[in-house]
């Protein structure tokens, strides 16, 4: 689901990432600043890219087990034992 997640998230955010977008622009006018050369800064993007794709997954991922752990509460709270009779030789 964590993998799934990610790819879904990088394609959303690739989708942002072309020639008009003033942001991009600026960020490889600034490795090219550094001197890195163009591909270098297409390569640092695209792991800036994965990296915020997975934590979005990951937030998916919490999301979906936070709703999961919400959803068994009333489980767990009718599946307590009855209390009443215990029979002897239970107890320590």
């Given at each position: 689901?964590?993998?799934?997640?990610?790819?879904?998230?990088?394609?959303?955010?690739?989708?942002?990432?072309?020639?008009?977008?003033?942001?991009?622009?600026?960020?490889?006018?600034?490795?090219?600043?550094?001197?890195?050369?163009?591909?270098?800064?297409?390569?640092?993007?695209?792991?800036?890219?994965?990296?915020?794709?997975?934590?979005?997954?990951?937030?998916?991922?919490?999301?979906?087990?936070?709703?999961?752990?919400l959803l068994m509460i009333p489980v767990v709270w009718?599946?307590?034992?009855?209390?009443?009779?215990?029979?002897?030789?239970?107890?320590?």
């Amino acid at each position: 689901m964590w993998q799934h997640r990610g790819d879904y998230h990088h394609a959303v955010l690739v989708e942002h990432v072309d020639a008009t977008n003033p942001a991009l622009g600026g960020w490889l006018d600034g490795f090219a600043a550094l001197g890195l050369p163009a591909q270098r800064g297409w390569a640092l993007i695209e792991a800036l890219i994965n990296r915020q794709a997975m934590t979005l997954a990951v937030n998916d991922v919490f999301l979906g087990c936070a709703a999961l752990f919400l959803l068994m509460i009333p489980v767990v709270w009718f599946a307590r034992p009855q209390f009443g009779n215990v029979a002897a030789g239970a107890g320590h």
